[in-house]
């Protein structure tokens, strides 16, 4: 981070939605390349979830581009527009050009089963004999997808072998959709917050109604962390699990220890958002996952509950690195970052930053009194820090800033493995005081 502002920057992504129509992959093209993809078609739709049975939230024109955050079987959940989340098909992703009007021929060379996901547990369709001829839409690694009854299936790649040609195919459905069994007995859950109850499972899903506090709700199902369930007045929707309270337990508690503490360790920058350079052109965002894993691993060995924003070098805007700790009901969020000044070598130390005096100040204190007693850097102190990883984050959190990167003695300091494990030490220390002390939600 730069002295007169951290660097934390937002990338946003121009998309332009049109209204929600029928599916028209079948005239759409990507291409990937590293963690984004560029739209190739006159309107690709992005869905609700991963699978075709999912709702289309809306399309995207010819030469966006959309970063993709992970993968789920054969479909890439990318950032869209105002820090919106959808899924777009991957069998229209590939190294070269690729549509769903076509696919790769290939024979099975052995007799193999035909699965609903990449997974050997995964339900089995069919078996197909060896020498059958399969219409192949998506390879990775171990496991193929292809094109089976209409609808999109997976084999183990060990048994497939590509001839060369292609075939005409019509986009096939996707064939599962996670869902959990409808509960054996009603269940009553109560909102703890006024809650939007939505569409789909997804923050991003649209609202069907705002519901206010306290509002008693009837669960139909479970999806991961939603539930489906339906109101009083007989509509039904999504809430989030974590904005109900069910009967017989209590709103989430505050840790009193490390050992039952939920931390959200928030490495800073990531990705394209390469952060601030040291004097040999090393960037902060290295750093920041390297000091994050060590505090992470030494709070694991404490038994504590360790939750990244990241843990690899991707790019995470901000608004989700707070709404993870908010989702989490972390007990302390910590934002790790690097100073850097507007000239070489003419700064040093380490400052700890908070926003909420009150919910985040003392966590502030505690840790960094600690890591002024394990550090040999200048000890800056505390401050008033507007960030909106702090602002939009309702648990206690801090920022802190672990060195001047542009400071050759500092980053010396920073690209030490020592000076990481001496920072998770203190973190540690720091956060058993802070426990210990009462100051906790």
């Known amino acids: 981070m730069r002295l007169s502002q951290p660097k934390l920057k937002r990338w946003p992504l121009i998309l332009a939605f049109a209204a929600l129509i029928g599916l028209s ?62 899924w777009v098909a991957s069998w229209l992703v590939a190294n070269t050009e690729a549509s769903t009007s076509t696919a790769s021929v290939a024979k099975a060379k052995v007799a193999v089963n035909v699965r609903q ?31 089976y009854h209409n609808t999109a299936a997976w084999v183990t790649s060990s048994a497939v072998q590509l001839t060369g040609a292609t075939t005409a195919l ?56 939603w539930y489906h369930v339906r109101t009083a007045g007989g509509k039904s929707g999504y809430v989030a699990s974590w904005t109900v309270t069910t009967p017989g337990s209590s709103t989430t508690k505050a840790a009193t220890s490390l050992a039952e503490a939920t931390i959200v360790l928030d490495p800073g920058h990531g990705g394209q958002d390469a952060g601030a350079e040291s ?10 996952l390297a000091m994050a894993k060590a505090i992470g691993a030494a709070l694991s060995a404490q038994g504590s509950n360790v939750i990244y924003t990241r843990d ?25 970052h690097f100073d850097s000044s507007p000239n070489p070598n003419e700064a040093s130390g380490f400052t700890t ?16 009194q600690s890591l002024g007693k394990a550090l040999s850097l200048t000890n800056r102190g505390t401050a008033y820090g507007n960030f909106q990883v702090l602002r939009d984050n309702k648990q206690p959190s801090v920022l802190m800033e672990m060195g001047y990167i542009n400071t050759d003695k500092d980053f010396k300091l920073i690209a030490s493995p020592a000076y990481q494990q001496r920072v998770a030490v203190a973190v540690v220390q720091g956060l058993q005081a802070y426990f210990q002390a009462g100051n906790h939600q």
């Open 353 to 368: 930053y908070y926003f909420s005096a009150t919910t985040s100040k003392p966590l502030a204190l505690a840790l960094n």
């Open 25 to 86: 992959v079948a005239t759409s093209t990507v291409l990937a390349s590293s963690q984004t993809l560029t739209v190739r078609a006159n309107l690709l739709n992005v869905r609700l979830g991963p699978g075709l049975a999912y709702a289309a939230m809306g399309q995207v024109q010819s030469g966006t581009r959309l970063t993709v955050l992970k993968k789920e079987n054969s479909w890439y959940q990318v950032r869209l527009a105002g820090n919106k989340i959808g």
């Open 312 to 336: 690899a070098d991707t790019f995470v805007d901000l608004e989700p690195r707070a709404t993870a700790s908010n989702n989490a009901h972390a007990d302390a969020f910590i934002s790790i």
């Open 279 to 288: 004097t040999g052109k090393k960037y902060e965002k290295t750093y920041t």
């Open 170 to 225: 019509a986009a096939p459905k996707q064939t599962y959709v996670k869902k959990a069994a409808a509960p054996t007995r009603s269940l009553t859950v109560t909102t703890n917050i006024s809650v939007n109850l939505r569409q789909a499972a997804g923050i991003n899903a649209p609202i069907v109604e705002k519901l206010a506090k306290a509002t008693k709700l009837t669960v139909l199902s479970q999806t991961s962390d």
């Open 117 to 147: 996901t990449a997974t050997t547990s995964a339900k089995v369709l069919g078996t197909l004999k060896a020498g059958t001829t399969l219409d192949v839409l998506y390879q990775e690694g171990s496991w193929t997808e292809i094109a």
